[in-house]
C-alpha cells in the first residue's frame, strides 16, 4: 500500500462535501509531478485530505476507490483524475505548524514542495501524521 497527501481549498472542496458526496474524482491538477503522483496512485492507497489556504491542516482520511482515468473536465489528454473515497474524519487535525514542528517530519513532501497537490507520503511519515491526528 502507498500513502497520499491530497489538497483542497475548503471553500471550493472540503471534507464535508466529500462526505456528502461519498465519493468524487480529483480533478483540477494541472502539474506534472502531481499528475504522475494521480497515475501512481493505487486502488485501495490511503490518502490524506489537507485543507489548504484556510485551516492549513489535515482533516481526514480518504482512500483511492478508481485509479487514474481521463480527466472529464478537459478535452487534453495529459491530465488525470482518479476516484476518492472519505473514509473517516481525524479526531483532531493536523496542523502544518505542527507537522513543521515535528523532526521526523521535515522531508515531507508538503513541507518540501508546499505547491503540489498531490504528494507521496512514507510509511513512516503516514504513521507519524495518524498519531498526531487521534488515528492510532
Same mark, same amino acid.
Not at 8 to 17: H, L, M, N
Not at 45 to 63: C, K, M, P, R
Given at each position: =500500500? +502507498? ?16 462526505? %456528502?458526496?461519498?465519493?468524487?474524482? $480529483? ?9 504522475? +503522483? ?19 491542516? &489535515? ?19 495529459? $491530465? ?7 473514509? %473517516? ?9 505542527? *507537522? ?10 508538503? &513541507? ?16 507519524? &501524521? =495518524?498519531? *498526531?491526528?487521534? =488515528?492510532?
Amino acid at each position: =500500500m +502507498n500513502y497520499w497527501l491530497v489538497k483542497s481549498e475548503p471553500f471550493k472542496y472540503s471534507w464535508d462535501q466529500f462526505v %456528502k458526496d461519498k465519493v468524487t474524482f $480529483w480533478d483540477g491538477v494541472r502539474n506534472y509531478q502531481a499528475r504522475n +503522483n494521480l497515475k501512481a496512485m493505487k486502488k485501495g492507497d490511503q490518502v490524506l485530505f489537507y485543507h489548504s489556504n484556510e485551516g492549513l491542516e &489535515i482533516v481526514g482520511l480518504a482512500t483511492v476507490a478508481k485509479e487514474f482515468y481521463q480527466d472529464p473536465t478537459t478535452p487534453d489528454p495529459n $491530465w488525470v483524475v482518479v476516484d476518492l473515497k472519505p473514509l %473517516k474524519p481525524f479526531k483532531k487535525p493536523v496542523t502544518l505548524a505542527a *507537522m513543521k514542528a515535528e523532526k521526523s517530519l521535515a522531508n515531507l513532501s508538503l &513541507i518540501r514542495q508546499g505547491r503540489l497537490s498531490v504528494c507521496n507520503v512514507t510509511p513512516d511519515e503516514f504513521k507519524v &501524521i =495518524m498519531e *498526531m491526528g487521534g =488515528m492510532k
